[in-house]
């Protein structure tokens, strides 16, 4: 049973769903992005994306790549995000964390060091945007006979023809992308969110997480309601950004404010 | 039926040439790039589908284009025969035209409503707007704020033809970011939008149609030469950003092995001047997962697209096609580098000799050209595509010159 599983078994006992929140490892700096991992579990985070950052992320809207940027600007790269969760798994050995990206890093650093040396960190699955099922002998494949879960994005466009297709290879999770459209952006109707999440469960016994514009505690209790857990992401990098010095180094309040924001979301999962 | 060891039976059925090529694109996209892929596989084998296009290449591009020998410039270099083969002269002024019709021609068909395309230099901004205005279909093209800045009379011209041009304004805002936004922009509108790629590059089955749409390049050269000398060429030669116009051009000679076929990449300011002062991707970079395709890439360490640096906005892209870095790991094709004062040479050499302003672009293949064709026998023949028309970089040379206009 992986730290995914268990956390699922043990949302499932306590009635209640999840929040995944995503953060880009090293934004701004990684020394401010360490302390805010590590105070992510406590402010409510149930599951911790943590974004490898890319120059080119294809299907993320402005607050996701300006974030990948401030963070490859102040100098992150797969080791230092690598040793951030090593460092986090000193001191929680609990909640899961999904590396979340694109494939170019993980292949320029190759995908048999990279899985044995994510395995080794306290990594527990991958979400790889530019892999989709077609591509699966890539890292798919490789990572779940390494023990990772890879955990695949179903998006509207993903009809019931094609959803076993994407649902095969999957573990841990299935990730609904709320809305056809890049990350940030204006959240799908909820209506539409319990219809595909209902779809997706008539096809896979693992739990469904929604996400794409997902941006407050309302917008997260709603998603509760009808998902296995509710992902944010723009909203919480977008609180980084409003958070910097006018020169756009870390203020004292970053830190603070970031935890503050999760720990307002999580009021939409524990009620 | 082809040959089974032939060059040219790629990609198989994953996309793949080799190693290189594939669909690495999110899955939102996948859908309908699966139907993009069953759509032109349709199209292919419709002869009414090429026949509309083959109308459309003779009457509204003027195709063929001719294949001239270039005779005072032979003299000049002392050496090989050469001939230019002149897709310059085509309606907008380049060989982007070719792909635009037959993708344009496949968007109807999938019955879209709404076209979008990157550019760089604008050459491929200006074809999709003329396709589009021709086809009366609203196109949106994406263009980096630092391209926008540098081609201004491109801008102008794609919203003349009733083209909206949204900036880039990401990462360098260049070609590369271009793209980024407008898969962004796909991934959005899957449902009535058509991606008119302008290079031989992306997720399959991109690689493959674009060079199928500019192989009507190659093929044109090999009648018109066999016409004219009643032979092969002993080299073709020609320059390489993404590789639209030299995949166009070599495909056709691929299966010819007595042809030897050379690619110029641009080598900026050196290969030898720093990782990101050039955008020679084969020469100088390593392959990666870029834009839905596996090929060589100018990355860093970890993995972080690098900016490639060439004078000619065309060619600053820093991937290439995939079906490139295949034929060059297998060695059919040799790729090769000039720099940015090489091909501003070229560009005065050709202006001066033959009376042609070459787009920056061909420049660098005639660079290429310039150097090893003194040292080849009179009876060597060899020919150059020359894919585009300069009139878009005067204003680049001039500054490069340090004349003011």
Known sequence: MTRIDSKFAALKE???????????????DPATFRSILKGLPEAGADIIELGMPFTDPMADGPAIQESSLRALNAGQDMNKTLAAVTEFRTENDTTPIVLMGYYNPI????VDRFLADAITAGVDGLIVVDLPPEEDDELCIPALKAGVNFIRLATPTTD???LPTVLKNTSGFVYYVSITGITGTASGKVTNVGDAVARIKRHTDLPVVVGFGIKTAEQVAEIAAVADAAVVGSAIVDQVKVNLNADGTAGAGTVDAVLGLVSNLSKGVRG | MEAVNSYRNGPNEKGLFGMFGGRFVAE???PLILSVEEAYSAAKNDPSYWEELADLAKHYVGRPSPLYFAERLTEELGGAKIYFKRDELNHTGSHKINNCLGQILLAKRMGKTRIIAETGAGQHGVAVATVCALFDLPCVVYMGETDIVRQQPNVFRMKLLGAEVRGATSGSATLKDAMNEALRDWVTNVDDTFYIIGTAAGPHPYPAMVRDFQSVIGNEAKEQLLEREGRLPDSIVAC???GSNAIGLFHPFLDDTSVRIIGVEAGGHGLDKGPEEHAASLTGGRPGVLHGNRTYLLQNDDGQILEGHSISAGLDYPGIGPEHSWLNDI?????VSVTDDEALEAFKLCCRTEGIIPALEPSHALAHVAKIAPDLPKDHIMIMN???RGDKDVFTVAKALGVEI
């Open chain 1, 14 to 28: 306590e009635g209640r769903a999840g929040l995944v929140t995503f953060v880009t490892a090293g934004d701004p």
């Open chain 2, 28 to 30: 939102t996209l996948m």
């Open chain 2, 331 to 335: 060695g059919r094709v040799e790729y």
């Open chain 2, 240 to 242: 390489i950003g993404g």
């Open chain 1, 107 to 110: 292949y320029s650093y190759g």
């Open chain 2, 386 to 388: 020359l894919c585009g």
């Open chain 1, 160 to 162: 019931d023809q094609r």
